[in-house]
């Protein structure tokens, strides 16, 4: 297996977990020699690291530094995407600096993540250095903002803001209007006739602009949709008729078609909680299914 390189800089993931942790229930105490970065998919949990207490909700992340410890308290569930890795020296004294790291709100870890789990699921060829290189991303990508103090992306227009940053107001519009009414059976027409445009004209224009089909465009972001509601435990027939496809089976004909596994049995392996062993790094071997099991919590005392 390749270790993804960037001007010295290289990440390599021991385990990518996605774990579905219950209601009035707690991770005790613990510490890793390696990073761990947490990203909520749903619901919120109280952190515990390095003496401090954090609430963590949808959508927010965080970074603990190796041998830091930590913990989780979960009063109403709590759904997340976890992966523990190791670096090289130079890249582990700059994340170290400080015990831990929140990020509120990052959109930017939301999709890594999710594009992350989706390489953990399929395993396809290639696929532990596709991780390694996006979290590489990601790592330097938290940095970049922390040094800078660039303000977190509020907006749920997650593509919108994380393909384009609203640099062509124009664009930025166009964008965000399919965002907003995914599940409205969009079509070009549909979108053109909304900006007073003819469909042929529009699309040509999308294209030249963003360098890409607006046809493909609105099915992808569809398909992501649908990905994420799946995920969030969502049936297909539900996810089928909120996003306005015209039968459950033309949306699986289509889901297939684009991420290479009809929906029902994407639904089956999101609903697992999932350990993936990614490194065979003797230096840090993981250790049982998911090395930290939940145990009962009193919803009061922080053991």
């Not at 900006?195 to 992501?224: C, M, N, T």
């Not at 008729?241 to 089976?249: A, I, P, Q, T, Y």
Request: hydrophobic fraction near 40%.
């Amino acid at each position: 297996m390749l270790v993804i390189k960037m001007k010295g800089h290289w990440v390599r993931a021991n385990r990518i977990v996605r774990e579905a942790k219950p209601a009035m229930s707690r991770i005790e105490r613990h510490t890793h020699e390696i990073f761990h970065f947490l990203y909520c998919m749903d619901g919120a949990a109280i952190a515990y690291a390095n003496g401090e207490y954090l609430t963590i909700q949808k959508d927010d992340a965080l970074l603990i530094a190796p041998h830091i410890e930590h913990a989780f308290y979960i009063r109403d569930g709590f759904l997340s995407i976890e992966a523990k890795f190791h670096c090289d020296q130079d890249l582990y004294q700059i994340l170290s600096r400080s015990p831990f790291l929140i990020c509120r709100n990052d959109l930017t870890a939301a999709q890594a993540m999710r594009d992350i789990l989706d390489e953990a699921l399929k395993q396809d060829m290639y696929f532990e250095d596709i991780i390694n290189a996006r979290l590489l991303f990601l790592m330097l990508a938290i940095l970049r903002r922390s040094n800078t103090q660039e303000n977190m992306i509020s907006s749920d227009y997650r593509y919108r803001q994380l393909v384009y940053n609203g640099k062509d107001k124009w664009l930025s519009a166009v964008t965000g209007y399919i965002e907003d009414h995914i599940g409205e059976a969009l079509s070009v027409r549909s979108v053109a006739t909304h900006f007073g445009y003819e469909s042929g004209y529009f699309s040509s224009l999308f294209k030249e602009k963003f360098s890409y089909p607006l046809s493909q465009y609105i099915a992808e972001r569809e398909i992501e949709a649908a990905k994420e509601m799946l995920t969030a435990g969502r049936s297909v027939t539900d996810v089928s008729r909120e996003l306005g496809f015209s039968s459950v089976h033309h949306f699986s004909k289509k889901f297939k078609a684009m991420v290479g596994i009809p929906p029902t049995r994407f639904n089956e392996r999101v609903r697992v909680q999932l350990a993936v062993n990614v490194s065979g790094d003797q230096r840090f071997p993981p250790t049982g299914e998911f090395e930290y099991h939940t145990k009962s919590w009193d919803g009061e005392h922080y053991l």
